[in-house]
Structures are given as structure tokens and as C-alpha cells.
């Protein structure tokens, strides 16, 4: 059974910066896809970063601020979060998949003060 922890999140003013990171405790590269999703409030959980087979993908509305990286020898996922807004206030959790199942971490809320 894999586990993800995440880490990093907190309160920052609008434009400020923050690093998410995902620990797991297994070897990452074993996972096909990783990412980051955020649920704000009354909202539904998106999609907001991955690598999906090698490849990476962002929601449009991070494009050029976020940044989505990983540490193979660390077994750690990170996500920069850079010139952030009100709008990116949510609940950010961490996924990885493989042939064996998803799997989720609990969560790190990030609050961005206006």
C-alpha cells in the first residue's frame, strides 16, 4: 500500500509564492501518472498539474505560474506555485497511479489572501 504525504501549504498574500510537496513512500518511478488536484470551496476537485506517461499537463489557469516537478531520489512530487491568486485557494492533494490502483494523499490547504 502506497502512501502520499503533502506538505508546504499555507496562508500567503495574493502574489506571493509557495512549494507543495508529495512524499511517497515507495519508488514514484513506478507510477505512470502523478499530480496535483485542489478542491476549492463549494467547488469541484480539478486537475491542476501532472505527468501523465512521461509527459506534463496544467489547467489553464496556472499555466505560467505553476510548475510541476519531481525528485526521483527523494520519491517526491513538487508543485511551484508562483504570483498566486484568491482564486487558487483550495484544498491541494497529490495522486499517483499505477497498475496496482490510484492512490491519494490527505491533502494540504493553501489560502491566498487578497
Known amino acids: 500500500q502506497e502512501q502520499l504525504v503533502e506538505s508546504g501549504g499555507g496562508l500567503v498574500q495574493a502574489g506571493g509564492s509557495l512549494r507543495l510537496s508529495c512524499a511517497a513512500s515507495?519508488?514514484?518511478?513506478?507510477?505512470?501518472?502523478m499530480g496535483w488536484y485542489r478542491q476549492a470551496p463549494g467547488k469541484q476537485r480539478e486537475l491542476v498539474a501532472a505527468?501523465?506517461?512521461?509527459?506534463?499537463t496544467y489547467t489553464n489557469s496556472v499555466k505560467g505560474r505553476f510548475t510541476i516537478s519531481k525528485d526521483i531520489a527523494k520519491n517526491t512530487m513538487y508543485l511551484q506555485m508562483n504570483s498566486l491568486k484568491p482564486e487558487d485557494t483550495g484544498v491541494y492533494s497529490c495522486?499517483?497511479?499505477?497498475?496496482?490502483?490510484?492512490?491519494w494523499g490527505k491533502g494540504t490547504l493553501v489560502t491566498v489572501s487578497s
Open positions: 505527468f501523465i506517461s512521461g509527459s506534463t
Open positions: 495522486t499517483a497511479s499505477r497498475s496496482d490502483g490510484q492512490y
Open positions: 515507495g519508488n514514484i518511478f513506478t507510477f505512470n501518472m
